[in-house]
């Protein structure tokens, strides 16, 4: 997420959202595939950090998508504050145990919408008849939350937020994107699809909308890709181009959501109505993005330049994107599931497991150690 525009393309405006430190000159490729050596083993530490695949999505599958805006908050708008008052290292450490708090004082905010509070629900695979599960209902929270503070950030570019400065720009980003997502979620879901039975054991409150659950969690997700294809990247282009501030965030924002209006309904039909199948899709498209656009910098698309030919990163995404689904679909093929499918697994997996290793690892750690010895 760096800066849109460059010294070869004169008509653009830079982007004024997130920013990430200038990497060395020539860094590239060896710059991210020594940061596959912190993205990779965080993937399947994630994956398998209770035992099993199953027994960690239950658990971390919510905590980890209440930690996405917490991140984006940290990284984005806090400019790794609090850690950026300490060393190395430890300034990720740092990071990450704010993140973590954070996470849970959402993933309990999450629960406490769509059932009750009960700590056992949440930290527990199987916590028993009477407590209620986190896993699936309360993603639908966190994805909007993480959906409404990256809309604000890279789309809106912080606008009008930023001008309460970096911190308290930030608590208001937070907090907002989390009582949007609150009250989006009470008005627009119903749980109808969910078994009455399984409602009432799991205590879960029916908010009665009128759009199903998994249906707006997919919805969440390709809207997801169209934010992270356009101002992630492509870096904003070509809404960079357009000097007056209204206009492009006009653009940008109809763009996002005509691209969503338009995708959706296409892929409802070409799956046959499988919102597993299009998380899984949507899901490896935004984590391909990041690796291709974050980890690697746009290599080797990005040599080509900025502006129309920055569109040949698109094709590497999507390369990026098919092995990884092929990839993750074939491990999670092999895994007898029970309360979840193997494209709901691949969906998380790549959003909640590679694509948040590679953000923590970017713009948390700011690739601490890798930087340093690369620099070295």
Same mark, same amino acid.
């Given at each position: 997420?760096?800066?849109?525009?460059g010294?070869?393309?004169p008509?653009a405006t830079?982007?004024?959202?997130?920013?990430?430190p200038a990497?060395?000159a020539?860094?590239q490729?060896?710059l991210g595939?020594?940061g596959?050596?912190?993205v990779?083993?965080?993937f399947f530490?994630?994956?398998?950090?209770l035992?099993g695949?199953?027994?960690?999505l239950?658990?971390?599958g919510?905590?980890?998508?209440?930690?996405?805006?917490?991140?984006a908050?940290?990284?984005f708008w806090w400019?790794?504050w609090?850690?950026?008052r300490l060393?190395?290292g430890w300034s990720?450490?740092t990071?990450?145990?704010?993140?973590?708090v954070g996470?849970v004082l959402?993933t309990?905010?999450?629960?406490?919408?769509?059932?009750r509070?009960d700590?056992?629900?949440i930290?527990?695979?199987?916590?028993?008849?009477?407590?209620p599960?986190t896993f699936p209902?309360?993603l639908?929270?966190?994805?909007?939350?993480?959906t409404i503070?990256l809309?604000l950030t890279?789309?809106?570019e912080g606008?009008?937020?930023?001008?309460?400065?970096?911190?308290?720009?930030g608590?208001v980003?937070l907090?907002g994107?989390?009582?949007i997502?609150?009250? !989006?979620?009470?008005?627009? %879901?119903? /749980?109808?699809d969910v078994p #009455?039975?399984v409602r009432? =054991?799991e205590r &879960?409150?029916?908010p009665g909308?009128?759009v199903p659950?998994?249906t707006?969690?997919?919805v969440?997700?390709?809207?997801?890709?169209?934010?992270?294809?356009l101002?992630?990247?492509?870096?904003g282009?070509?809404?960079?181009?357009?000097?007056r501030p209204g206009?492009r965030?006009?653009a940008?924002n109809a763009?996002?959501?005509?691209?969503?209006?338009?995708?959706?309904?296409?892929?409802w039909? !070409?799956?046959?109505?499988d %919102?597993? /199948?299009?998380?899984a899709i #949507?899901?490896?498209?935004? =984590?391909?993005a &990041?690796?291709?656009?974050?980890?690697?910098?746009?290599?080797?698309?990005?040599r080509?330049?900025?502006?129309?030919r920055?569109?040949?990163?698109?094709p590497v995404?999507?390369?990026?994107?098919?092995?990884?689904?092929l990839a993750?679909s074939a491990?999670?093929?092999?895994?007898?599931?029970?309360?979840t499918t193997?494209d709901?697994?691949v969906?998380?997996a790549?959003?909640?497991y590679?694509a948040l290793?590679?953000?923590?690892?970017v713009?948390?750690w700011?690739r601490?150690?890798v930087?340093?010895s690369?620099?070295r």
């Open positions: 997420m760096t800066r849109a525009g010294a070869d393309d008509g830079q982007h004024p959202g997130p920013h990430l990497q060395p020539g860094s490729p060896t595939l020594a596959l050596t912190f990779v083993p965080f530490l994630l994956a398998s950090a035992g695949a199953e027994p960690s239950l658990v971390l919510p905590l980890t998508t209440f930690a996405l805006p917490m991140i908050t940290v990284a400019q790794d609090p850690g950026s060393r190395p990720g450490i990071d990450t145990v704010v993140i973590g996470a959402s309990i905010l999450g629960q406490a919408v769509t059932s509070v700590l056992r629900g930290f527990d695979p199987d916590p028993g008849p009477g407590h599960p209902v309360t639908a929270l966190g994805a909007a939350a993480f503070i809309h890279l789309v809106c606008r009008p937020i930023r001008r309460l400065g970096w911190f308290r720009g608590v980003a907090l994107s989390l009582v997502a609150v009250v !989006a979620y009470l008005l627009l %879901v119903n /749980l109808d #009455a039975h009432q =054991a &879960l409150r029916n909308g009128p659950v998994a707006y969690s997919a969440l997700l390709v809207l997801g890709v169209w934010q992270v294809l101002f992630v990247a492509l870096r282009w070509p809404f960079t181009r357009m000097r206009l965030l006009a940008g763009a996002v959501v005509i691209g969503t209006a338009v995708s959706f309904p296409l892929l039909w !070409a799956t046959g109505g %919102v597993d /199948l299009i998380n #949507a899901g490896t498209v935004i =984590a391909a &990041l690796l291709v656009s974050m980890l690697f910098d746009g290599w080797p698309a990005a080509a330049g900025t502006g129309v920055q569109l040949s990163v698109l995404v999507g390369l990026v994107a098919a092995v990884l689904y993750l491990y999670a093929a092999g895994i007898d599931w029970t309360r193997a709901g697994w969906a998380l790549a959003l909640n590679l290793g590679v953000v923590v690892h713009a948390v700011r601490w150690p930087l340093v690369t620099a």
